[in-house]
């Protein structure tokens, strides 16, 4: 770290909030906006006509040619003041190092949910051409919020030698050495060959390993071991994921180990595929935001507060009496759409999520509505109550709010969902019901759906 604050006109340096071989990024304030900042500041003994500050200069104009939420966004630089710096915006939350150290376990959707977001950024700067070389959990910022931001672009470089609107240049294998991080590189970087997307897809692939179970896919454990990170990745096959996580959802897992395949043609081959199947599986698991879910991971790891449970009881329990109200003044209707065989049954259904069990609306005012989609069937029960047996062509109509979704079939362990329902909208579920029977190994259809008879050591 710098001996002291650095003085920067125009800024009041507040903190220092990490420093490398290069520089050393503070927090601070800017004095003629009003507005925290982090500043990029090149370390005082590196000369400005040095290639490291060329190197500083080139990160400045990678970020300048990005513009994406999921990006840290780049608001100045100057070569002087009194040194090369780089305005940068802040942060107020964790690295995903701080993540792993306080939870070595992260909870899956909140794993795919970060994954997706790092995926969509560096799919940003792939089709700009940009590599960024250096994915790692310390380079990506999670804010109290939920928002995910990739930083750190200072070896990234152009995917290919044509086209160079931006000044890099390839940096030699010890160099990469001397500044990136080897246990997260691709094999093809550790060779010092050329890379492309699916190099930063490695590198994201072994972070998304790391969170879930809080050891890298190539570390044995094996304190005797004295092969370096490089060597392993170059030599070793990956520890199977649930052999760390025997809980870890099959999907999940399939996802990451085929980021992780060695051969850059057997990964995902863009960061936008990669980002579109966490997405997909997210989306059939959960029905809140990615922020949300991000920000349950900072909850889960101690890092933030969950907001006070007994202020949210009051509203849910004005809601339902609402809703109990509604019921009422709707009992005529409820009745005629029952005669007319409407979908909403009336047997109780225990297995049920309790805390969600309340009477259906048959005709709910301002209503949203669900659709069920369910490989090869499924009983459907909303709230405790059983609504029908897929596949059924219309809609279930329900009223605003959360809704306990529970689908079962005699041959299958039973699929339950949470669904926020918002009115005029229609959310729909799509599950798989783990049948063995239906997926045979042949089928490749049924390993993109969930691969429901794989079996593990």
Not at 43 to 71: F, G, K, Y
Not at 311 to 335: D, Y
Request: aromatic share 4%; charged share 25%.
């Amino acid at each position: 770290m710098e001996p002291e604050l650095p003085a920067i006109e125009g800024f009041r340096v507040l903190e220092a909030l990490g420093s490398g071989s290069i520089s050393c990024v503070y927090k601070a304030i800017e004095e003629a906006l009003g507005r925290t900042v982090a500043l990029k500041v090149l370390r005082s003994a590196i000369a400005l006509t040095s290639p490291l500050a060329a190197q500083l200069e080139r990160e400045a104009r990678v970020l300048a040619s990005l513009s994406h939420p999921n990006i840290g966004q780049l608001h100045a630089f100057s070569r002087g003041h009194p040194r090369m710096h780089l305005v940068l915006e802040f942060v107020d939350g964790f690295s995903l190092a701080t993540l792993i150290k306080k939870s070595p376990a992260t909870p899956t959707d909140s794993v795919a949910a970060i994954g997706a977001a790092v995926a969509r950024g560096l799919a940003h700067a792939h089709h700009r051409g940009i590599v960024h070389r250096d994915v790692k959990p310390a380079n990506i910022l999670v804010s109290r919020s939920g928002e995910v931001k990739i930083f750190d672009f200072g070896i990234a470089q152009r995917a290919s030698a044509g086209e160079e609107p931006v000044g890099l240049s390839p940096l030699r294998l010890e160099d990469v050495a001397a500044f990136g991080t080897p246990a997260y590189m691709s094999p093809e970087q550790i060779l010092g060959e050329s890379v492309d997307a699916r190099s930063d897809v490695f590198s994201l692939g072994v972070v998304l390993y790391q969170l879930v179970c809080g050891a890298r896919p190539f570390e044995r454990g094996d304190e005797t071991d004295r092969r370096s990170a490089a060597h392993r990745i170059r030599r070793e096959p990956p520890i199977p994921l649930h052999r760390r996580a025997p809980d870890v959802p099959p999907a999940i897992e399939r996802i990451v180990m085929r980021a992780i395949e060695k051969l850059p043609a057997n990964r995902f081959q863009t960061a936008e595929a990669l980002a579109v199947e966490l997405e997909a599986l997210l989306s059939a698991r959960s029905d809140l935001r990615g922020d949300d879910i991000v920000v349950q991971a900072l909850e889960h790891a101690g890092l933030t507060r969950a907001p006070d449970a007994s202020g949210a009881a009051a509203p849910t329990r004005s809601k339902r009496a609402s809703v109990r109200r509604a019921i009422a003044g709707l009992a005529a209707i409820g009745m005629a759409a029952a005669a007319g065989g409407g979908v909403v049954q009336s047997t109780a259904h225990r297995s049920g999520e309790a805390a969600g069990a309340r009477p259906l609306e048959l005709v709910p005012p301002s209503p949203g509505f669900l659709r069920v989609l369910a490989s090869p069937w499924a009983e459907v029960w909303v709230d405790g109550q059983r609504v029908d047996v897929t596949p059924f062509a219309r809609a279930i109509p329900l009223p605003a709010g959360t809704h306990y979704v529970t689908l079962t079939h005699p041959n299958a362990p039973a699929e339950k969902r949470t669904v926020a329902i918002t009115p005029g909208e229609t959310r729909t579920i799509d599950a798989v019901m783990l049948v063995p029977e239906l997926a045979p190994k042949d089928d490749p259809a049924a390993e993109q759906l969930g691969a429901a008879t794989e079996k593990r050591p």
